[in-house]
């Protein structure tokens, strides 16, 4: 959707901005563009929306070289977050919202009906605020109204440039998260910039990690945080990279260990018998459909009736496909060895810290090699 095929730019005082850069980010796809202040993200954004024209190279979008678009129409097409937000200060925030419908010919009813609706999405009650004033607004909200005007025209592209730097991190992360909600319906193709290496791992579906004028890595967030292509990625990802990945592994049904199950309705004695020879001291409870009920001590059982009777509910579950860092979460906050994970009510299994570390190398591994975790056989890494 947009694609970069070996740009330069160079500045007219001989600063290169911008060194052979080649990516593409597909249709619906969110990029993040992270690095250090200065190494020439802005440039970069600036160029598909020719606010800046490259020395060399060509940019693509939608299969159309920009350098043959008529830049206003160009820009109409495009939706862009820029860095300092930048609203008009004498216009309301309704009509700040509803500036490029109004551009492109909508009526004002329609245009302002529109901007409503978008400020709406972005979490501002358009009675509220629509009439106020940028000044008369926190600097958070500010972020949203730049968000909601980009949002207005219904364009298929957005750039947005830091579009939530100007914020405290509890704030951000708030906006991070009503934005990937956004993003989850509307589908927009993006191009965001930031230099939160943080910021990017959460939003983007691929990482673009820049260095001076250069992208050093291009890939998931994964396999960023996984394996570093260079040491200068490394070293900007951080030292506690693996921590981070937590946040970004998925929990997979392969990586669940399956402890002893008894049934509500069986009897006490026997479900201590059976798990009395196997080892076990303890056993998952599953009602007659499969589902989770809790969990039961083999001491316990001693004292007779159905496991049902002497059974613990159990609250603490985290649904497959969640990231493992929230299995983490769970098992410190419970102070539990364990945690069952569900597909939809029904038991798959329970992580361990053993079995989430096993999980974390693993995807390391899968992701280097490019293949699947489930390919991906835990003694082949575990000395890795
Ligand atoms: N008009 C210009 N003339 C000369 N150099 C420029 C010009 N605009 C930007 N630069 C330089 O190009 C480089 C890249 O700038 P750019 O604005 O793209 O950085 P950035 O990655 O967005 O940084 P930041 O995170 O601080 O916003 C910087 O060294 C900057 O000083
Ligand atoms: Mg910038």
């Not at 926190?138 to 750039?159: E, F, I, K, T």
């Not at 004695?269 to 059976?274: D, I, L, N």
């Not at 693993?362 to 000395?383: C, I, L, T």
């Amino acid at each position: 959707m947009i694609r970069f095929e070996q740009v330069t730019k160079r500045y007219p005082d001989g600063t290169t901005a911008v060194d052979g850069l080649s990516f593409e980010v597909a249709e619906g796809e969110l990029v993040t563009l992270v690095g250090p202040s200065g190494c020439g993200k802005t440039t970069t954004m600036m160029m598909v929306n020719r606010l800046i024209e490259p020395t060399s190279g060509r940019i693509l979008v939608n299969g159309e070289d920009v350098a043959t678009v008529d830049p206003v129409l160009l820009r109409r097409r495009i939706g862009y977050v820029i860095q300092q937000v930048g609203l008009f200060p004498h216009r309301t925030v309704l009509d700040n919202t509803a500036t490029v419908p109004t551009l492109v010919g909508w009526k004002k009813a329609k245009a302002r009906a529109r901007a409503a609706e978008l400020l709406d999405l972005v979490g501002l009650d358009p009675k509220t605020y629509g009439p106020r004033y940028p000044e008369q607004l926190s600097g958070g909200q500010r972020q949203r109204v730049g968000v909601a005007r980009a949002l207005a025209a219904d364009p298929p592209v957005l750039l947005m440039d830091e579009p939530f730097g100007a914020v405290d991190p509890v704030v951000r992360e708030q906006l991070q998260d009503e934005f990937l909600r956004m993003q989850e319906a509307v589908r927009k193709t993006v191009l965001l910039v930031t230099h939160d290496i943080e910021e990017a791992v959460r939003l983007g579906d691929r990482i673009a990690v820049y260095g001076q004028g250069r992208i050093e890595q291009f890939d998931t967030p994964g396999a960023v945080l996984g394996t570093p292509a260079t040491p200068y990625v490394a070293e900007f990802v951080g030292a506690d990279r693996g921590l981070k990945r937590l946040s970004v592994t998925e929990i997979e049904a392969d990586d669940l260990e399956q402890p002893p199950i008894a049934r509500l309705d069986e009897p006490a004695a026997q479900a201590a018998a059976w798990l009395d020879a196997e080892g076990a001291r303890w056993a998952v409870v599953l009602d007659a459909a499969g589902d989770l009920h809790g969990w039961v001590g083999v001491d316990e059982l001693a004292a007779g009736g159905t496991v049902g009777d002497l059974a613990h509910r159990m609250n603490s579950w985290v649904p497959v496909g969640a990231p493992l860092k929230q299995a983490f979460g769970v098992m410190l906050q419970h102070d539990a060895g364990w945690v069952a994970v569900l597909e939809g009510p029904r038991f798959l299994g329970v992580l361990t810290p053993a079995k989430l570390h096993e999980a974390l190398r693993r995807s390391v591994d899968a992701d280097a090699r490019g293949v699947s975790r489930g390919q991906v056989d835990f003694d082949s890494v575990a000395d890795a």
